[in-house]
């Protein structure tokens, strides 16, 4: 899992719907206002994190975390106003995320990102992976390839199996832990938001980074145990009092049995391609 690399989107918004204050008797009410329920500020950004590494006494050689990147653009102001002048450059969000958005950012900002903060240690073969997501289609153009294949690299796009969310650390993990450390902050706009989301993600410890990436072994092992569904809940394995105490595996055993009950189980529900050419020419020899 050391050469794998998760990424997926989120929506970040400016505020939270409810949010709950603690106020002295003579304390304000931290009033918020916003122009519709249906129209809040919000941006969507793509995250990259990858398995962190430490040594064998414990140090970080790596916290596998390569970097979230907001969905915005440029715009030109074309009226003045109270806020600002005319003809100055704003950030806003992109709200169409399409596939073309996700090539952009994948080629100026994720695969660069990757590139540059690899360990060295490592073989260069990187597989990307992420859900099967309409958007998420691998570009075929020859920019896009030779970036990459360039410096060594050989990144691969892997799909993860469909109606599967436990299997993305993001998921497991990483965004709620950074979505709740945005909501201490109030941003005031866009650019603020980007500002907290980024402060939050560099604040994401690489000790829970490296707990998340744990947790995705024990969903797959109980993914197996449900041969193949997802109706499980994710299991507590008691990670901090094991790492506490020296005990924590970095990879874990799954029984063998549980692997060999899986295979006779998936022997049933496909057919050998030789059987299928088998009844495909049986099935011709009873047309002629």
Not at 125 to 150: G, K, L, M, Y
Request: charge should be neutral.
């Amino acid at each position: 899992m050391q050469q794998v690399v998760h990424i997926d989107e989120k929506w970040f918004f400016l505020n939270p719907d409810t949010r709950t204050f603690y106020l002295l008797p003579n304390e304000p009410n931290p009033y918020r206002c916003q122009q519709s329920r249906r129209f809040k500020i919000k941006g969507m950004f793509m995250a990259a994190i990858g398995k962190p590494i430490f040594d064998n006494h414990g140090g970080l050689k790596h916290d596998g975390k390569y970097g979230i990147f907001p969905f915005v653009y440029e715009s030109t102001t074309k009226k003045k106003s109270k806020n600002r002048e005319a003809g100055v450059v704003e950030v806003k969000a992109t709200q169409n995320v399409n596939k073309e958005a996700i090539r952009e950012m994948l080629l100026t900002k994720v695969i660069p990102a990757i590139k540059s903060k690899w360990p060295d240690h490592l073989s260069k073969d990187v597989w990307i992976q992420w859900d099967n997501a309409r958007p998420h289609q691998i570009p075929r153009d020859d920019e896009f390839q030779e970036a990459c294949q360039s410096n060594g690299f050989n990144i691969q796009f892997i799909y993860q199996p469909a109606q599967s969310p436990d299997l993305n650390v993001l998921d497991l993990g990483l965004f709620n832990v950074i979505q709740s450390i945005q909501y201490q902050s109030f941003p005031r706009n866009l650019k603020e938001l980007i500002e907290k989301v980024t402060e939050a993600y560099e604040l994401f410890n690489p000790v829970l980074n490296k707990r998340c990436w744990i947790t995705l072994q024990c969903c797959m092992e109980e993914i197996l145990k449900d041969q193949g569904g997802n109706n499980f809940s994710p299991p507590h394995k008691g990670k901090k009092r094991l790492e506490r105490l020296g005990m924590l595996p970095e990879v874990l055993q799954v029984d063998r049995g549980l692997v060999q009950q899986i295979v006779e189980y998936l022997n049933t529900i496909f057919i050998p391609a030789g059987e299928v050419n088998q009844e495909d020419e049986a099935m011709q020899v009873d047309a002629d």
